[in-house]
């Protein structure tokens, strides 16, 4: 499995899309949200990653931003010593995630033991006083508890409320995590593109984010936020205009 594991990430390296993980609990609905988050943005280029891993996908996300997704085996109590090998071999992944999920069953009467036991995994698997600034706690199945209460359910601080079943929330949740990753990864490029050249402009809208626009008699000056994969891919189709 590790060596498995390994040959996945190498290949996923020569992609440099951030990585997002989901963790948790055993039974939280994790592979529930997985599929929910992917279905709609299944695309030909997930073929690759489809065949060499079917827990790994890539979502757009709406900003146009390109992410793999990556759903991880459920965590138990008291795990049996002969199987933490193995568990650690999956749980690798979690280590190079750009932004870690922490998906709960808050409708589960344990989900508080639960979440102190996916926590204690995290900081063993990441060392102790390791910072844990990229995890989002994802409060699952609100359906259950809004039924069990007959109540709008509301998650505390800075957790995030969603039902993988019916997608309440989802949508709110992909917007998070666009801005969390937009503010970390986009740099800002001066670029200079002819009005004639349609096709470059509409290039740049799609991928990047604009944010001054000049117009010169001849040229059109940009600044506008990209990935440093995408500003890479910019040059190397209009190197003239960089
Ligand atoms: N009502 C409801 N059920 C959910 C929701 N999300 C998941 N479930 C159900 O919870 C059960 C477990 O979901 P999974 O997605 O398999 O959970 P998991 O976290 O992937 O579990 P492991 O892979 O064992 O760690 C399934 O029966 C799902 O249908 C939800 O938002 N609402
Ligand atoms: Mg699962």
Redesign the pocket.
Known sequence: MVRTRELHRRTRREVPYPLIALV??????????FNRLTHAHVMAENMLFATLDPTIRQVTLPSGLHVLLS?T??FISNLPTELIAAFRATLEEVLGADILLH?RDIAHEDTTAQKADVEQVLTSLFGKGASLDHLIEVH?????WENAHGLRYHPPGNAMA?????GDGVAALLSHIDHLLSDRLLNEYPLSIPHHDGRAMAWLYAHGQVLTRRDGEELAHFTARLTPANHARFVQQFPEYT
Do not use: E, M
């Open positions: 948790g609990y055993t039974n939280a609905g994790k592979s529930t949200l759903d085996v459920g998906v699952n199945k609100t359906d259950l969603v039902s993988a079943v019916t």
